[in-house]
C-alpha cells in the first residue's frame, strides 16, 4: 500500500508552527523585569550547568499523570537549584516538539501560578495551544477570553484560529479570521495555511483552493507548508499535472525556498498515484535536501521507498541514518522494521530486530508487535510465540495490539481456548466502556464455539462480553443454539437472560423453553 500524502503534510503543518513559536518567542520582549547584565551572565552558566539534568528528570516522566511534573520542579528546588522563565519555556517547547502536551502544559502552569513568573505575549499563544490540546477547545476560549488586551495579537488570535481548524470547526473558524480581518491581523501565511488546511480536512479542496487564491491576492507569500497543502487539494482531485505545476511555480518563483517536506509530499502522492519512477525522482530531490542534524526525514525515506518496493533504497538510506547517528532511537527500528516487513523481507527483518533487542535504552513494545503481527500474517506461530516468550522474561506486558494480533490469528484457525486467552487478557486491561470487541469478532466466536458445540467455552466468552458490555440477543441465541446442539441444559438461562434486560423473539422462547427445562 503507497503511503498516503497527508502523513508528510501533516508533519510539515506541526513543524510550521513549532518553528513559528519558536522564532517569535525568540523575537518578542517578554513583559518580565530585565536583569542586569551580571545576573543574566549568572543565569546563563546556571542554565548551561544545571539544565541537562532537570530537563532529564522531566524527560523521563513519560506519560506519568498530572502532578508528576510540579513534584519534580518542587524538587528541584528544594535540593536548592534554580531555574530560569527563559530555561522552562526550552523545555516547555521540547516537551510540546515530542507530543507531551500534558506535561508542557503543567510546566507552564507551575511557571506562572506557583513560581509566579510572568510569560511574554508570545509564549500565550503557545500556552493556549496546548489548553486546547489537553482540555479542549472551550477551555481555549476561555483562557482566551481573560488574556489582557494587549496579549490579543496576531500571535494569540492565531493560535485559537488553529485550534478551530484542528477541531474542524469551520463556523468559529471562519467568523474568527473575519474579526481578524477587520483587526487588520490576518495577514500570515500561517492564517491561509491553517483555513486552507481546515478545508482539506472538511474534504473541500475547491475552497482550500480558492483560499490560495485569495492569499496571492492579497500579496501574502506562501510557505513550503502551503506548497505541500496546496499539492494534497489537486492530488485529492487526481490532477496530477496541477501538483506538477505548483512545484514547477515555487521552485522558479524563487520566493518559497522548498524544504525536503515537499519533495516527500510530491513523492508520496506520485506513489499513491502508482507513479514509481517519478517517486524516486522526488526522493532524490528530497534527499539532497537532508539535514544531518534531523533524524525525521530518513524516516520518511525509509518508509516512500518501501512504498514504491525499492529494497535496495531502503537499505541504502537506512545506513546512511546509522552513519550520523551510530545508536538510532526506536522510532528510526521500528519505521526500518515496517519498511522490511511491507517488502516481504522477512530475513532482514529478523536481524535487525535481534539488533535492536541487544542493544536497545528502553523496551518499546511497539518493535515485538510489529514482528509478531508479521509473523502470524505468514502463519510462523513459533517463531511469533518464541518472540513474546522472550519479551515476556524481560518483563514485558501485553497490550491490545499484541493480544488482537494473537487473538486473530487463533480465530482464524479455530483454537478458540488460545483465543478466549487472549480476549479474557485484553479484558482484564481495559476501564469500563474503553474497548469493545468488534462485531466481526464477535461473529467469529460465537460462530466457532457453536460448530464446535463448546458450551462451556462459549459461557466463558459471555462472561468477556458481559464485562465489555457487548452481550447482546445474538450471543444468547447462539448459547442457546449450542446447548441445543450439545444436548445440555441450564435452568438458570431463564433469569441471566432477564436480569440482563434482553429482548427475545418468539423463536428464542421456543430455544429457551427447551434448554431451560427440567425433565
Known amino acids: ?105 503543567e510546566l507552564m502552569e507551575w511557571m506562572s501560578g506557583t513560581r509566579g513568573m510572568n510569560i511574554s505575549y508570545t509564549n500565550h499563544a503557545i500556552r493556549l495551544d496546548l489548553i486546547s490540546k489537553v482540555k479542549g477547545t472551550e477551555s481555549a476560549e ?23 481548524c484542528s477541531g474542524k470547526n469551520a463556523d468559529k473558524a471562519i467568523s474568527l479570521y473575519n474579526h481578524m480581518k477587520d483587526r487588520n491581523i490576518a495577514s500570515s501565511t500561517l492564517v491561509h495555511n491553517n483555513l486552507m488546511s481546515l478545508y482539506m480536512k472538511l474534504g473541500q479542496p475547491e475552497n482550500a483552493i480558492t483560499q490560495f487564491q485569495e492569499m496571492k491576492s492579497k500579496n501574502i507569500v506562501p510557505d513550503n507548508l502551503t506548497c505541500c497543502i496546496l499539492m494534497n487539494c489537486y492530488a485529492s482531485l487526481n490532477d496530477i499535472v496541477s501538483v506538477e505545476s505548483v512545484i514547477k511555480e515555487m521552485e522558479e518563483g524563487g520566493e518559497v525556498t522548498l524544504q525536503w517536506s515537499a519533495y516527500s509530499t510530491l513523492a508520496a502522492i506520485y506513489s499513491s498515484a502508482g507513479m514509481a519512477t517519478k517517486a524516486e525522482s522526488a526522493l532524490k530531490q528530497l534527499e539532497g535536501l537532508v539535514d544531518k542534524r534531523d533524524w525525521m526525514p530518513f524516516h520518511f525515506l525509509i518508509s516512500l521507498y518501501a512504498g514504491i518496493g ?41 536481524l535487525l530486530y535481534e539488533e535492536w533487542e541487544s542493544g536497545y535504552t528502553a523496551y518499546d513494545l511497539r518493535l515485538t508487535n510489529l514482528m509478531i503481527g508479521t509473523y502470524l500474517k505468514k502463519d510462523m506461530i513459533r517463531e511469533a510465540e518464541s518472540i513474546w516468550q522472550k519479551a515476556s522474561e524481560r518483563g514485558a506486558v501485553p497490550d491490545f495490539w499484541t493480544c488482537d494480533r494473537f487473538l486473530d490469528y487463533s480465530l482464524k484457525n479455530k483454537d478458540t481456548g488460545l483465543a478466549l486467552r487472549w480476549l479474557e487478557t485484553a479484558t482484564s486491561m481495559v476501564k469500563q466502556d474503553e474497548w469493545k470487541l468488534n462485531e466481526d469478532k464477535v461473529d467469529a466466536f460465537l460462530k466457532a464455539f457453536e460448530e464446535a458445540k463448546d458450551v462451556e467455552g462459549l459461557e466463558e466468552f459471555c462472561k468477556s462480553l458481559r464485562r465489555l458490555k457487548c452481550l447482546d440477543l445474538n450471543a444468547y441465541e447462539a448459547l442457546l443454539r449450542t446447548y441445543l446442539a450439545a444436548g445440555k441444559k441450564n435452568p438458570g438461562l431463564h433469569r441471566r437472560i432477564k436480569d440482563d434486560k434482553i429482548k427475545i423473539s418468539s423463536e428464542t422462547k421456543k430455544l429457551l423453553q427447551w434448554v431451560c427445562a427440567t425433565n
Open 1 to 105: 500500500m503507497a503511503k498516503s500524502p497527508m502523513r508528510p503534510l501533516l508533519w510539515a503543518m506541526a513543524a510550521a508552527r513549532r518553528r513559528l513559536f519558536t522564532a517569535s518567542a525568540a523575537s518578542s520582549p517578554s513583559p518580565s523585569p530585565s536583569s542586569s547584565s551580571a545576573e543574566a551572565r549568572a543565569s546563563e552558566v546556571g542554565e548551561r550547568k544545571e539544565s541537562k539534568p532537570l530537563y532529564r528528570r522531566l524527560s523521563a516522566l513519560g506519560r506519568a499523570p498530572a502532578g508528576s511534573v510540579t513534584k519534580t520542579l518542587n524538587k528541584w528546588l528544594r535540593e536548592g537549584r534554580t531555574v530560569t522563565a527563559t530555561q522552562l519555556m526550552k523545555y516547555v517547547k521540547e516537551l510540546r516538539k515530542y507530543n507531551r502536551y500534558s506535561h508542557a502544559l
Open 142 to 164: 476561555e483562557y482566551f477570553s481573560q488574556l489582557p488586551e494587549p496579549a490579543k495579537n496576531e500571535r494569540t488570535y492565531g493560535s485559537l484560529l488553529n485550534c478551530y
Open 310 to 350: 525499492k529494497l535496495g533504497e531502503v537499505k541504502r538510506i537506512w545506513m546512511s541514518l546509522k552513519e550520523v547517528y551510530s545508536n538510532p532511537i526506536n522510532m528510526s527500528y521500528l519505521k526500518m522494521l515496517q519498511a522490511l516487513s511491507k517488502l516481504d523481507d522477512i530475513h532482514g527483518l529478523k
